[in-house]
């Protein structure tokens, strides 16, 4: 019997085990950024949901890049529009999932290309996105421009698949918490969470 090896690559299971059980901690964006750099020289990390309404919210940013809360902030009040990730008609017809890589010479001169790309080094992002029928989540990974000259996709798109899962959960932890009274309970909710052993 004759066998046949695909060519995708696998993401090691116990680096998928650690993004999962990050994924309901507060380091959820700093461990998903460290994986990331295993592959690739990525600088910075930043996902967001899409809601049927148009509306950004931000998931989870982070790099060490300066200016990356003023980044994230004017991405999701305008620059999103500018995006070619969600200008591109792939993620609008179906639901489904996608991945784009966008380059910071294919995005026009201007502000979103001045601050999201320019000013902090980048010189491209690989985004991730999952779209259903209420919503849209999308994940970027961007390189910067001290990155070599190959981007190692393939081994990004496999850290990537198993990166949404845990997004997903990331965002189904976030709502579960919503509905706590005050700060209080939801610092001791996440506490509880990432540190089971904890007494009151």
């Known amino acids: 019997m004759a066998l046949h090896a695909l060519k995708e690559p696998l993401v090691d299971p116990s680096l998928g085990q650690s993004l ?4 309901s901690t507060p380091q959820f964006a700093q461990v998903l950024l460290g994986a990331a750099r295993q592959f690739d020289q990525i600088d910075e990390v930043f996902a967001y949901q899409v809601n049927a309404q148009g509306q950004v919210r931000v998931l989870l940013s982070s790099g060490s890049r300066k200016g990356l809360e003023e980044r994230t902030g004017a991405y999701t009040q305008r620059f999103h529009a ?3 990730v969600l200008m591109a008609r792939a993620y609008r017809d179906k639901a ?3 991945t784009q890589r966008v380059l910071a010479m294919d995005i026009p001169s201007g502000d979103y290309r001045d601050l999201c790309f320019e000013q902090p080094g980048f010189q491209e992002k690989l985004s991730f996105g999952w779209r259903d029928p209420a919503q ?10 001290q990155a070599g000259s190959e981007s190692r996709e393939p081994q990004l798109s496999a850290l ?5 899962s845990a997004l997903s959960y990331h965002v189904r932890q976030e709502k579960a918490l919503a509905p706590q009274a005050n700060a ?3 610092l001791l909710a996440r506490l ?5 052993n904890l007494t009151d």
């Not at 990537?160 to 949404?164: C, L, N, P, T």
């Not at 509880?192 to 089971?196: A, C, K």
């Open 20 to 23: 999962i059980e990050a994924a």
């Open 82 to 84: 500018e995006d070619p």
């Open 96 to 98: 489904g999932g996608f």
């Open 136 to 145: 849209l989540m999308v994940l970027s990974f961007y390189r910067g421009q």
């Open 160 to 164: 990537g698949q198993v990166a949404m």
């Open 184 to 186: 209080r309970d939801v």
């Open 192 to 196: 509880s969470r990432s540190f089971p």
